[in-house]
């Protein structure tokens, strides 16, 4: 029995699966937009659905469309009908929505805040509480610090009785030098532990299961060193192309789509010290302490450790498929990277000698997000060939997607007279052993700002160190002239890419 | 959700072994069809079920949408069956696509008499699949072959609604729980309730008023007083209470239980209006002037709330009814998790049972 005097812990929380959130009133900055539609909506009426949202909740929507509450209410509920993962409830959507406000304006109009505020107010005095304040920026990243500042001087910041987090889109920055701008500008008026930069990836439960799989299992933590670890394969790859993002991919390219967060983000996963303890600020800690040990590359060192390269036509899933610079919205002349590859090292005791080499691009030959850990070969061996595929070194392979799962490559005998090796797979789909549907990357995320728990978003630190390794790659590269090294969509990418391979490494076949 | 990929194998007069032999069997041939089709391996489920109601327990399993087990044993009981017969399937939802891959479900229904059933368990033990947890389900009663299959499940589901005993549903509930894990699907109920009386007194300024609840009452399902009785029983195991017997009163149940600064008065209340089983509404009260009430309604729970100073205040608490179905995927899903309150709960709510 638990005596409620001994403690200040809430008694009633032990044994629930879903803790409480304090009451929330959340404000989605550029609510009209793409990424509120597809996923920020749908996703507030899945945690609705399943009772996960916190016990009082509210929704501001501000954007520049001139639209009135109703209008916004029936945006939301097209967005939410068309892109939630299950068929909303009649009457869950509408209580969701019964309340829901919009708020018109461009975002460095300051009446837009002072009718925010009233707003904000009014749910607060409707509560009779003073309700935590979430206010979600998913707009263009140069309206970041034009928002931050807004809030910042209409006092919306801070609120005495309750807390005031920001949530802050990619990309967080575009260079080193911009990352550190919006951090100055965005430390000036919140504090570190108020902001949240989302990287989706982390969001999902394959990247978090990582940590489980190195965390949680004995079995690999005493190989997971320089010592029996040869390499280390992380490959983002997709069979499509850039579809209608033209205008964004083209001033993007693969390394800062996807590089600089995602896949930086999957490296310190597996390179990581395991944390004191998951609190954010420890597991964040231990990520940023790998990416501070990857020098950051000198211009001359970047032609050796890094291949970028552009989808030419092809054939795709059995279909002819246009180049690059074919695409609609694509400028003729793009010097733009549909794929970007690196070798890096992580120069510290457990890893020093250990390359890990990065690849990700556009119109690859299929979709597939895996992290491969290939072992050293054994010291000797006693068997010949004979005729076989022979002994290979051991690979562990983590996949992401689509099939999330970990895949172990062992030698095995082939049945018969003679002693000959092949590579025989033992496989776990984590599909086939757990009974949930995983949540959307973005329920996840929203639950957590909400509730202040900031382990799956990336520090000022991090974002920075990120940027200090991916940023002279990205001034060199746009420093160089094209034309960049063309490869056939639906191939394996750019034969250059072979080039960053060290003694006799191979990548893996997508 | 039907399944669109089945492979399927019966026989009369058989034995567990073949049984066993041929669900190999049918998996190979499955793998050898498309390597893209993997047997779940979550959890073992077997019931025990009367053969006339098999039809019934069959729909509800079918509606427990995701949470299906990976292997599903149904043991359905004839009074006068001297042999064994049986029907085993797998099934697959989907078609598997390339570069995916498709679940198989493998389900044995075994036709038993109840001659069989002190014995249940030499039946049941080579049809399971080693090594996953097995959860044991007996919806029609049978205890004893309950009992006897205690050795091989690691988990029981029951739902203390349905023994029409509120004393005797507590009690055998208690007694399996201490030979096995308890998922109960009474206890479900309340998840929604619990999750918001501990939301509400979540603030830090609030959780003292914890101490000072005065009254609580609890509105269900007339056939559903199990699940009330164990929503008290959490209050008192969480909350440090002394309970004592509820005794009958205007057609339900009231009563006292002993808190450190004073009594607690408690009620339970049948509510005839509410079409679902499980709980309807729930009031709260402290000496220090709070008042909550939580009822069922459109989208969510509607909350009433007055302060100290008797300022009041209504609002929905979002959320969708899980429905029956719901209740029984969601206790399939629990088999994997353990809740360390029910077992207090339970031996809290024993005590108030008159």
């Not at chain 1, 776990?428 to 995320?445: C, H, V």
């Amino acid at each position: 029995m638990t005596a409620v005097a001994a403690t200040a812990e809430n008694p009633l929380i032990e044994g629930l699966e879903r803790l409480p959130i304090h009451p929330t009133t959340l404000v989605i900055f550029g609510a009209t937009g793409d990424l509120a539609h597809r996923k920020l909506l749908p996703a507030l009426y899945n945690l609705a659905h399943e009772g996960a949202l916190p016990e009082r909740f509210h929704l501001v929507g501000v954007a520049r469309s001139d639209h009135a509450h109703e209008d916004f209410k029936a945006i939301a509920r097209e967005a939410i009908g068309q892109f939630s993962r299950r068929e909303p409830d009649p009457a869950v959507l509408d209580k969701l929505l019964e309340d829901v406000r919009y708020v018109p304006g461009t975002f460095d109009d300051p009446s837009v805040y002072e009718t925010l505020a009233g707003t904000l107010d009014e749910f607060d005095t409707a509560a009779g509480m003073r309700m935590n304040r979430c206010f979600y920026l998913s707009t263009a990243p140069a309206f970041f610090p034009v928002i931050v500042r807004h809030l910042g001087q209409r006092k919306l910041c801070h609120e005495d009785g309750a807390d005031v987090r920001v949530v802050i889109e990619k990309p967080f920055g575009t260079t080193l030098a911009e990352a550190e701008q919006l951090n100055r500008e965005v430390l000036s008026v919140l504090d570190e532990h108020q902001v949240f930069r989302i990287d989706h990836y982390l969001g999902k439960e394959t990247v978090q299961n990582m940590m489980a799989f190195r965390f949680a299992n004995g079995l690999f933590e005493p190989v997971w060193n320089r010592n029996f670890i040869d390499h280390v394969q992380i490959t983002a790859a997709e069979d499509i192309g850039i579809g209608s993002r033209a205008g964004y991919y083209d001033s993007a390219g693969a390394l800062r789509d996807l590089i600089q967060n995602h896949m930086l983000q999957l490296l310190c996963h597996v390179a990581m010290e395991p944390p004191v303890n998951f609190t954010a600020d420890e597991v964040r800690n231990e990520k940023v302490k790998v990416l501070h040990a990857i020098h950051a590359p000198t211009p001359d060192d970047i032609p050796y450790m890094a291949v970028r390269g552009q989808y030419a036509e092809g054939e795709s899933g059995g279909e002819h498929v246009v180049g690059y610079l074919q695409e609609e919205g694509v400028p003729h002349d793009s010097n733009t990277e549909t794929y970007a590859a690196l070798r890096l090292e992580v120069d510290n005791w457990r890893w020093a000698g250990v390359p890990f080499y990065l690849r990700t691009g556009k119109r690859l030959a299929r979709k597939v997000t895996e992290v491969a850990v290939t072992l050293k070969p054994v010291p000797h061996l006693a068997f010949k060939q004979e005729g076989s595929l022979g002994v290979r070194p051991n690979q562990l392979i983590l996949t992401m997607q689509p099939n999330e799962g970990v895949s172990l490559s062992l030698g095995a005998k082939i049945p018969g007279t003679r002693m000959r090796i092949r590579p025989v797979y033992m496989e776990f789909l984590y599909g086939t052993s757990f009974l949930s549907q995983s949540p959307e990357a973005y329920e996840r995320l929203i639950t957590d700002a909400m509730r202040g728990d900031a382990t799956l978003f990336t520090r000022n630190d991090e974002v920075e160190a990120q940027w200090r390794i991916c940023d002279p790659i990205v001034r060199a590269w746009e420093a160089a002239p094209g034309p960049l090294p063309q490869y056939e969509a639906g191939s394996q990418g750019p034969a250059e890419a072979a080039s960053l391979m060290l003694d006799g490494d191979e990548w893996r076949m997508i | 959700m039907p399944a669109v990929s089945d492979s399927r194998w019966s026989a009369q007069g058989t034995t567990p072994g073949e049984i066993e032999a041929a669900m190999r069997d049918m998996l190979k041939e499955r793998h050898a069809e498309n390597e893209s089709f993997a047997p779940a391996r979550v959890l073992n489920m077997v019931c025990v079920v009367d053969k006339a109601w098999s039809g019934e327990i069959a729909n509800r399993l079918r509606q427990v949408g995701r949470y299906h087990a990976s292997r599903t044993v149904v043991l359905a009981v004839e009074p006068e069956r001297e042999r064994l017969d049986a029907v085993a399937t797998i099934a697959s939802d989907v078609h598997p696509k390339a570069g995916e891959f498709a679940l198989l479900r493998e389900t044995v229904i075994v036709d038993v008499g109840e001659k069989h059933l002190p014995a249940l368990d030499t039946i049941v033990d080579p049809l399971v699949v080693t090594d996953l947890p097995t959860v044991l389900w007996s919806p029609h009663g049978h205890p004893e072959a309950v009992d006897v299959l205690l050795g091989l499940a690691q988990v029981v589901l029951l739902d203390s609604v349905d023994e029409p005993d509120l004393h005797e549903a507590l009690d055998r509930a208690l007694e399996l729980s201490r030979k096995a894990y308890v998922v109960d699907l009474a206890w479900l109920r309340s998840t929604p309730w619990r999750e918001r009386v501990a939301a509400t007194f979540d603030p830090e300024h609030l959780r003292p008023d914890l101490r000072t609840i005065s009254a609580v009452t609890v509105r269900h399902h007339p056939d559903s007083t199990a699940a009330a009785v164990l929503l008290i029983g959490w209050l008192a195991s969480r909350l440090d209470w002394q309970p004592s017997k509820l005794i009958p009163r205007n057609g339900g149940l009231a009563g006292k239980a002993h808190a450190r600064r004073q009594d607690v008065d408690l009620r339970l209340e049948p509510d005839p209006q509410l079409s679902v089983r499980g709980l309807a509404g729930l009031t709260l009260e402290t000496a220090s002037g709070r008042y909550l009430a939580l009822d069922r309604g459109p989208g969510g729970l509607r909350a009433h709330y007055r302060n100290r100073k008797g300022d009041e205040r209504e609002w929905t608490v979002l959320g969708a009814s899980r429905g029956e179905p719901g209740i029984l995927g969601e206790g399939i899903r629990q088999a994997l998790l353990r809740d360390p309150t029910y077992t207090p709960s339970l031996e809290a709510a024993n005590v108030l049972v008159p």
